[in-house]
């Protein structure tokens, strides 16, 4: 599984992020791809903020966490928080931007030491971090063929 702290894969999912255009086409689910860029966000924002906002519940931290960060494929219209959605109209050059420079902060993450838990998962390792960073992106972009 690839990892957002590896240089290459940071590198990859850039250039990714600049293939998308308002003319991607999304193969499954309801998000434009300005809306998908936003909602990619959210995540990475949680990691580079290193927010301490509690942990998730016993159900999800059992049967989803190691899902987050294994090899597996993500199934396709798994279910979003309603945090994570937005009805509104984005701008996808400004989210895009936005997207790209919390990559890199979020590859930069790679010297830290001490994890916060994740408001969902709870206690989750560095490298169980970049894995679930990257499977996260990687889900979305492939969503809009890039």
């Not at 990691?47 to 016993?58: P, Q």
């Not at 993500?74 to 790209?100: C, G, H, V």
């Not at 420079?101 to 930069?108: A, V």
């Not at 998962?121 to 971090?129: C, I, R, V, Y």
Request: with cysteine; charged share 25%; aromatic share 8%.
């Amino acid at each position: 599984m690839k990892s957002i702290f590896d240089e290459t894969t940071k590198l990859e999912l850039i250039d990714r992020i600049n293939l998308l255009t308002e003319e991607s086409e999304r193969q499954w689910g309801k998000m434009t791809v300005a809306q998908m860029v936003w909602h990619c966000q959210y995540p990475l924002k949680v990691a580079v903020e290193n927010k301490n906002v509690g942990n998730g519940n016993l159900f999800v931290r059992l049967f989803l966490k190691k899902a987050m960060y294994n090899d597996k494929v993500w199934r396709q219209n798994l279910p979003t928080s309603p945090q994570l959605k937005t009805t509104e109209n984005k701008n996808l050059k400004i989210e895009a931007e936005i997207l790209k420079q919390l990559t890199i902060q979020t590859h930069k993450l790679k010297i830290r030491n001490k994890w916060n838990p994740h408001p969902l998962f709870g206690k989750l390792t560095k490298e169980e971090w970049g894995k679930m960073e990257y499977k996260h992106l990687d889900h979305h972009l492939t969503q809009f063929g890039v």
